[in-house]
């Protein structure tokens, strides 16, 4: 495996320790399932911490120290949604860049995948179609 990648693996394991999804499996699980459904290393990288910048306490600048390339850092940022943030002016803002959408389409993919959940909900239904039209959105810059 390739030692980036490896790092990469490493360390979205050890900032999702103690995480679970709306499923209540390891959380770990789903960006391995987006690395896996990507095919670059460095698409993989992104995928595998996509999460961490958003969803962890780690800021960029601790990812570059931890050996991940200020480039793809950068894709990091691309793809991590602002607080405040429209979902739509999010995916519009990820169109620019095709790493980043076939890394958030690998994202989607999984994220659409409602039988990881133990009960499926309106707020869940809601979500699929709100991911959906985000495909479609992106899918087009392909």
């Known amino acids: 495996m390739n030692e980036l990648l490896e790092r990469a693996i490493k360390l979205a394991q050890k900032y ?3 995480q679970f999804d709306k499923g209540g499996q390891p959380y770990i699980d789903h960006p391995l399932r987006v690395m896996n459904g990507v095919e670059s290393i460095d698409e993989k990288v992104v995928a595998v911490l996509h999460d961490v910048l958003e969803d962890c306490d780690v800021s960029k600048e601790k990812l570059i120290e931890e050996g991940i390339p200020y480039y793809l850092v950068e ?7 602002g607080k405040n943030e429209n979902y739509f002016d999010y995916i ?3 169109k620019a860049d095709s790493l980043a959408i076939k890394v958030k389409l690998s994202d989607l993919k999984d994220n659409m995948n409602l039988e990881r959940l133990k009960e499926i909900t309106e707020k869940n239904i809601n979500r699929l179609e709100k991911y959906k039209k985000a495909k479609e959105i992106l899918e087009a810059y392909m």
Not at 75 to 81: G, Q, S, T, Y
């Open 16 to 18: 999702h320790e103690d």
């Open 75 to 81: 894709k990091l940022e691309i793809l991590c949604k």
């Open 92 to 94: 519009e803002r990820i």
